[in-house]
């Protein structure tokens, strides 16, 4: 019985690593360590909480001692690393959660899982799952790659890659067993509506503006989140120690093109007149250094372990917007509180 820590799983792309390895792995015992900020939610975890391979663990990643504590009293086989302050938005506002929990919090689990795993390394792995945001931006052509120079732009993503920097330090000076990936834009059921996609369908929803920032004219690679599940599976099992994989589904959308697209789907699940939801986009003030584009190569991903992307966007933006459309009531709980004095900071009133 192999004992797998998941930090984050209460999150967005946590919470579907954490069912995908309940459903795939009957043989492991996962352990779900998560603090439960703003977008932490175990409402999330409904359908496989009662599992008796599943257990939650409310802890800080920032409290050295408490992960010491906890990883002496379970002896975790393997840590998948998600924990993490997500949102560049709020990075911009508030740099320094990102700072601690990002990169001092990473650097705790790697303290903790060195001291208890004392260089018998056999059968152990640190799994980190990072961002393509920290290669920085590209022009209108190119790919990441996995040796890609590291630029990142913003805070959150300067954090990650503060914290990949790290891995591989722990790796390259005490062969600590580490494997990182680095992902392109998640898309899917369960992520919190402080991001394009849910935002835009929680406000298309409700017949409220659909801020577009600038003229909508960068660009993101979008993947669905099961997808991001099963490639960190596939890295998991068959990553080789110290590498690094990019994932990402070659699905390059400009965002004024992508929130169209969400426009007409939603005309047609509300039964609007067509055009209905587009009148809702509205431009406003850019992003403040806002990447232009990001665009992964993940053929080493596909060529090595032989993963690949299961869907196409359009379905998987239906997919999306029905699980919205179906959930209206998570949407309701996450969007009360805090998430009202966020927006209203962020977006004005209206
Ligand atoms: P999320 O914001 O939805 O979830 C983050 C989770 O981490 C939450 O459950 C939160 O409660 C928890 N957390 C935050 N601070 C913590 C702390 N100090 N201690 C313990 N738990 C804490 O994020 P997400 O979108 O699911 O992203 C998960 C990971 O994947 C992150 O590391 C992110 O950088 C990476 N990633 C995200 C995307 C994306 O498009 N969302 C793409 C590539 C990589
Ligand atoms: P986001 O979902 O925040 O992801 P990231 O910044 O990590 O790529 O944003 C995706 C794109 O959409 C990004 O170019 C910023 C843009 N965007 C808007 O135009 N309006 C919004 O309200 C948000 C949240 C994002």
Redesign the pocket.
């Known amino acids: 019985m192999k004992k797998i820590l998941i930090?984050?799983?209460?999150?967005?792309?946590?919470?579907h690593v954490i069912r995908h390895f309940i459903n795939h792995y009957p043989d492991y015992i996962i352990y779900n360590?998560?603090?439960?900020?703003?977008?932490?939610?175990l409402e999330n975890l409904n359908d496989i909480d009662k599992n008796k391979n599943y257990n939650f663990i409310k802890?800080?990643?920032?409290?050295a001692t408490l992960i010491n504590d906890l990883f002496k009293e379970h002896n975790f086989d393997a840590v998948i690393?998600?924990?993490?302050?997500?949102?560049v938005d709020r990075s911009i506002s508030s740099p320094m959660?990102f700072i601690?929990?990002?990169i001092v919090?990473t650097a705790n689990l790697l303290n903790a899982a060195r001291a208890i795993w004392a260089e018998n390394y056999e059968g152990k792995l640190f799994y980190h799952?990072?961002?393509?945001?920290v290669y920085g931006s590209l022009g209108d052509t190119g790919f990441f790659l996995e040796d890609t120079s590291y630029d990142p732009q913003s805070p959150?993503s300067a954090s990650?890659a503060s914290s990949d920097h790290l891995v591989r330090a722990y790796h390259n000076t005490y062969k600590l067993p580490v494997v990182i990936s680095?992902?392109?834009?998640?898309?899917g059921g369960?992520?919190?509506p402080e991001?394009l996609i849910p935002l835009a369908i929680n406000n298309i929803k409700n017949m409220k503006p659909i801020p577009v920032y600038g003229k909508g004219e960068n660009i993101r690679d979008w993947?669905y989140?099961v997808d991001?599940a099963s490639a960190i599976d596939a890295i998991f099992h068959k990553g080789k120690i110290g590498e690094t994989y990019n994932?990402g589904g070659n699905n390059e959308w400009k965002n004024i093109d992508l929130i169209h697209a969400l426009c007409k789907i939603m005309d047609k699940k509300l039964n609007r007149k067509p055009g209905t939801s587009a009148g809702l986009i509205t431009f406003v003030t850019d992003r403040a250094g806002h990447d232009l584009r990001y665009a992964i190569d993940s053929s080493k991903l596909q060529n090595n372990l032989g993963w690949s992307p299961s869907l196409e966007f359009e379905e998987g933006l239906e997919k999306t917007v029905d699980w919205y459309l179906a959930n209206q009531e998570w949407l309701h709980r996450v969007v009360s509180g805090e998430y009202q004095k966020y927006y209203d900071e962020m977006y004005g009133k209206n």
């Open positions: 930090t984050g799983g209460a999150g967005f792309i946590g919470s360590l998560d603090v439960l900020t703003y977008a932490g939610n802890a800080d990643i920032t409290d690393h998600l924990a993490a302050e997500s949102h959660d601690y929990t990002n919090g799952v990072s961002t393509d945001e959150y990650k680095n992902c392109s834009n998640n898309y369960n992520q919190f991001k993947l989140v991001h994932i």
